[in-house]
């Protein structure tokens, strides 16, 4: 078994932003995670890299308690187990090359990174990476003179930096035109596909988790209260998780540009 | 109109009030003086008019001068040099420690902000008499007392800095497993460098001034020259208008360079974020 929740909370004062979460993954899959803004998604990713510590709960990856580890250990957990933002968080006034380094912080001496001295194998190999995503032209630029789209696929480029088992996406289109979200999306399934990573996205849209991902599972005010294939999730289902009524639509909220021939003018 | 003359009698009192207490306190201070507060008023532009006369008088031999003292200016800058540098790297330390979500260790914050506090409190004249008595005369007790209060006060305007640096990228370097010197040096130094710079600048301005000063306690540089050279009767008035020139004039163009850096630094990238 390779990834294991078992009741995973986080309280913050009386609220429950993540409550007794609880699911498995057998083998590395894209998993999409939905539900309405507050759901507690970004919690818990963010309690699994580990930037918020959990409340109460095991999160077990190959038979080691994640939600233990300190100091060193910690650090080496997120070493493997990549996390992209919804708002990139790149070092705005680096180049972009050595922000994609940045992915190797944890296995270089602090020394030698402090002076930005990184191994030329590295630097050929965080090329080799933004050629993959398509912005290697780019990698002499400061990260901010970026558009969006390709920040975010800097921030890819330094979590695959990190070789990492998990990569973690915490809404990576959420702030970004449905031309660059179809670009990031698609770099997304074509690690998991390619490099066999397990990929968790949280998504803000039905139709992106539909497309790209394996498995759904649906959270409404910190509890996961859908579990399953795209398939399985209907209309019904997604009103559920976003308590939402009749008047629901999916095109509606949808940011992909087919789901607008859908829409009656 | 009652509430209107009340405020006005107030505001009466008040000033009479002052006035007594300045004149009272005028009184007493004259009387304590040695010499005659009023008597040497009259003597007042007695001391300067020798100095710029005997000075002018003279005039030949100051570019001579001027080759005689530049030793002891460059030895007050570099005391000021490097007790900059010194304070500013303590400082930079200090200040990412006392920086609300930026520090190693958070329930350390009021330490070190108090740390800070102490050191900025003390003046560089005071640590630099005691340092004289331990180490004796020289320009080391002048540059470790100047180092000590440039440590408090940079550290203080740095953690000012510190607290509008975006902590998005410190998020990001986090998630990747970096350390917390990697996350300052990597994630908060790229974004604060730039107002650092300019505030350690400034400091270095301020401190030639006080390593001038720090040479009357016999610190050595320019300050223990000019305190030779100053003293009445002993006909070196040219030498003390040649030091305060040499002074003036370093003082001078050290703030307009580091004005002209600083403008770059703090205007030429703001348009960059």
């Not at chain 2, 009340?6 to 010499?35: C, E, K, P």
């Amino acid at each position: 078994m390779l990834l294991s929740v078992e009741n995973v909370t986080k309280t913050f004062g009386q609220n429950n932003a993540v409550d007794s979460a609880t699911f498995t993954v057998e083998r590395p899959a894209m998993i999409g995670i939905i539900g309405r803004s507050g759901a507690g998604k970004s919690t818990f990713l963010r309690m699994m890299n580990r930037l918020t510590d959990a409340t109460s709960g095991v999160l077990k990856f190959d038979g080691r308690d994640i939600l233990q580890l300190k100091g060193a250990a910690k650090r080496a957990w997120q070493s493997d187990c990549a996390m992209i933002f919804q708002q990139f968080n790149l070092v705005p006034r680096m180049d972009v090359v050595s922000n994609v380094l940045h992915g190797t912080l944890n296995k270089r001496s602090t020394v030698a990174t402090m002076f930005n001295l990184f191994p030329q194998s590295d630097i050929h190999m965080a090329i080799e990476i933004l050629d993959r995503l398509g912005i290697a032209e780019q990698a002499p630029k400061r990260a901010e003179a970026l558009s969006g789209g390709q920040q975010q696929r800097v921030a890819i480029a330094r979590a695959l930096m990190q070789d990492p088992k998990i990569i973690l996406a915490d809404e990576p289109i959420a702030s970004l035109d449905p031309m660059n979200a179809q670009v990031v999306m698609d770099a997304l399934r074509r690690i998991h596909e390619e490099d066999g990573r397990m990929v968790i996205a949280n998504l803000h849209t039905l139709d992106t988790a539909r497309r790209y991902c394996d498995r759904v599972i649906g959270m409404r005010d910190g509890r996961i209260v859908f579990d399953g294939t795209p398939d399985q999730l209907t209309t019904g289902a997604a009103r559920d998780i976003y308590g939402a009524d009749a008047s629901f639509s999916e095109a509606a909220t949808s940011t992909s540009i087919d789901a607008l021939e859908g829409v009656p003018a | 109109m009652a509430q209107l003359r009340q405020r006005q009698l107030y505001s009466g009192v008040t000033l009479l009030v002052f006035v007594l207490v300045m004149v009272s306190g005028f009184n007493l201070a004259a009387d304590r003086n040695g010499g005659s507060f009023w008597g040497g008023l009259k003597n007042f532009f007695d001391y300067p008019s020798e100095v710029v006369g005997e000075a002018a008088e003279k005039a030949a031999e100051l570019p001579a001068h001027f080759k005689t003292f530049f030793p002891a200016l460059v030895e007050t800058i570099n005391i000021a040099g490097v007790s900059t540098l010194i304070g500013a790297l303590l400082a930079i330390m200090l200040s990412l420690l006392s920086t609300r979500g930026l520090a190693r260790w958070p329930r350390m914050i009021f330490f070190f902000r108090r740390v800070m506090d102490i050191m900025r409190a003390i003046p560089e004249i005071v640590i630099a008499l005691i340092l004289i008595f331990v180490l004796g005369g020289g320009p080391v007790p002048a540059m470790i007392a100047i180092a000590f209060h440039t440590t408090g006060a940079l550290g203080k305007l740095f953690s000012e800095v510190n607290e509008n640096a975006d902590l998005k990228p410190v998020d990001g370097l986090s998630s990747v497993g970096a350390n917390w010197t990697q996350r300052m040096m990597l994630g908060v130094v790229p974004q604060v460098a730039p107002n650092w710079l300019s505030y350690a600048l400034l400091r270095f301005e301020i401190n030639i001034r006080a390593s001038a000063i720090l040479g009357f306690v016999g610190a050595g540089g320019l300050g223990y020259e000019l305190k030779n050279a100053i003293s009445w009767g002993q006909g070196k008035f040219d030498e003390a208008g040649a030091i305060f020139l040499l002074l003036f004039l370093t003082i001078v163009v050290v703030d307009q360079v580091s004005s002209h850096f600083r403008n770059k630094l703090t205007h030429g990238s703001a348009g960059g974020h």
